[in-house]
C-alpha cells in the first residue's frame, strides 16, 4: 500500500518565520541604495514603507505591486519576467543568508518529529521558494533529506502558492492532510480543492478565519497521530 502523502510549509513550521520576513525588508533597503545610486526616486520605497507601518496584515500588504515599481525604475530596459527573475534572486539570498547566520531559528524538534513519521507517510514540500533557492536553504538547514517530494516555484512566477499546489496535485493527487504557516490564500486553495487542512501556528499570529489553528508542537503531533489512512 502507497503511503499517505501529508503536504507542508516550510517557513513557520520548519524554520521559523524570520529569514522571510527579514530578508523581505533588506530588499527594499538594498533597492533603495540601488535607487539612489543611479538617481532615481524613491516614491515606491516610500509609498511600500507607508503601507507597511499601517497594515499588519501580511496577506494584505500586496507588497509584490511595489517590487514591480522599484524593479522598472531599476531596469526599464529588460522584460516583465526577467524582472520578477532577478527580483527574486535577490530576496532568497538574503534568505540563505540569515539562516545561515542564525542557525537557531530551525526547529529541530518539529524537524526529528517528521523524520520519525516517515515510515507512515510522504512528506512533502510545496512552497513558493524557486528551486535553486530552495536547495541553498534546505542544505544550510540540514534538511535535504527530509522531503520526498518537493514542488517548487518557478524563478519567472510571482509569489503564487496557486500556481505550485496546482503542479503538485496534477503530479501526485491530493495530500491527505495540508500544514501551512500564516498565508490565508494556501487555505483558500485548500477549501476550494477539498483538501484538510491546518495551521501550524507556533509563532503566536492572529488565527486564520475557518482553519483549524493549533498553536503548538503537541497539538500538531496530536493531530497528526489521529489521522484515518482511509479517508
Same mark, same amino acid.
Given at each position: 500500500?502507497?503511503?499517505?502523502?501529508?503536504?507542508?510549509?516550510?517557513?513557520?513550521?520548519?524554520?521559523?518565520?524570520?529569514?522571510?520576513?527579514?530578508?523581505h525588508?533588506?530588499?527594499?533597503?538594498?533597492r533603495?541604495?540601488?535607487? @539612489? !545610486? /543611479?538617481? =532615481?526616486?524613491?516614491?515606491?520605497?516610500?509609498?511600500?514603507? &507607508?503601507? +507597511?507601518?499601517?497594515?499588519? #496584515?501580511?496577506?494584505?500588504?500586496?507588497?509584490?505591486?511595489?517590487?514591480?515599481?522599484?524593479?522598472?525604475?531599476?531596469?526599464?530596459?529588460?522584460?516583465?519576467?526577467?524582472?520578477?527573475?532577478?527580483?527574486?534572486?535577490?530576496?532568497?539570498?538574503?534568505?540563505?543568508?540569515?539562516?545561515?547566520?542564525?542557525?537557531?531559528?530551525?526547529?529541530?524538534?518539529?524537524?526529528?518529529y517528521?523524520?520519525?513519521? @516517515? !515510515? /507512515?507517510? =510522504?512528506?512533502?514540500?510545496?512552497?513558493?521558494n524557486?528551486? &535553486?533557492? +530552495?536547495?541553498?536553504?534546505? #542544505?544550510?538547514?540540514?534538511?535535504?533529506?527530509?522531503?520526498?517530494?518537493?514542488?517548487?516555484?518557478?524563478?519567472?512566477?510571482?509569489?503564487?502558492?496557486?500556481?505550485?499546489?496546482?503542479?503538485?496535485?496534477?503530479?501526485?493527487?491530493?495530500?491527505?492532510?495540508?500544514?501551512?504557516?500564516?498565508?490565508?490564500?494556501?487555505?483558500?486553495?485548500?477549501?476550494?480543492?477539498?483538501?484538510?487542512?491546518?495551521?501550524?501556528?507556533?509563532?503566536?499570529?492572529?488565527?486564520?478565519?475557518?482553519v483549524e489553528?493549533?498553536?503548538?508542537?503537541?497539538?500538531?503531533?496530536?493531530?497528526?497521530?489521529?489521522?484515518?489512512?482511509?479517508?
Amino acid at each position: 500500500m502507497e503511503k499517505p502523502i501529508i503536504s507542508t510549509t516550510l517557513s513557520g513550521l520548519f524554520i521559523k518565520n524570520e529569514p522571510w520576513e527579514k530578508a523581505h525588508i533588506l530588499w527594499f533597503e538594498e533597492r533603495e541604495v540601488e535607487l @539612489k !545610486d /543611479k538617481g =532615481k526616486d524613491l516614491s515606491a520605497i516610500n509609498e511600500w514603507r &507607508e503601507l +507597511l507601518k499601517n497594515d499588519p #496584515e501580511k496577506e494584505a500588504k500586496g507588497y509584490f505591486k511595489y517590487v514591480d515599481l522599484v524593479m522598472k525604475k531599476l531596469y526599464p530596459e529588460i522584460s516583465e519576467e526577467e524582472r520578477t527573475r532577478k527580483a527574486r534572486e535577490s530576496y532568497f539570498k538574503a534568505v540563505v543568508t540569515y539562516i545561515e547566520l542564525y542557525p537557531e531559528i530551525i526547529n529541530r524538534e518539529v524537524v526529528d518529529y517528521f523524520i520519525s513519521i @516517515k !515510515d /507512515k507517510f =510522504k512528506l512533502s514540500l510545496i512552497t513558493t521558494n524557486t528551486k &535553486e533557492a +530552495l536547495e541553498e536553504i534546505l #542544505e544550510m538547514a540540514d534538511l535535504t533529506d527530509l522531503f520526498d517530494i518537493v514542488e517548487y516555484s518557478l524563478p519567472e512566477e510571482k509569489d503564487n502558492k496557486n500556481l505550485v499546489f496546482n503542479r503538485f496535485i496534477e503530479k501526485h493527487g491530493k495530500p491527505i492532510l495540508y500544514i501551512g504557516g500564516d498565508r490565508k490564500a494556501s487555505y483558500d486553495y485548500c477549501r476550494e480543492h477539498n483538501i484538510k487542512c491546518v495551521f501550524a501556528n507556533f509563532e503566536d499570529e492572529l488565527p486564520i478565519e475557518d482553519v483549524e489553528n493549533l498553536n503548538s508542537f503537541e497539538e500538531l503531533k496530536a493531530k497528526i497521530e489521529k489521522i484515518n489512512f482511509k479517508s
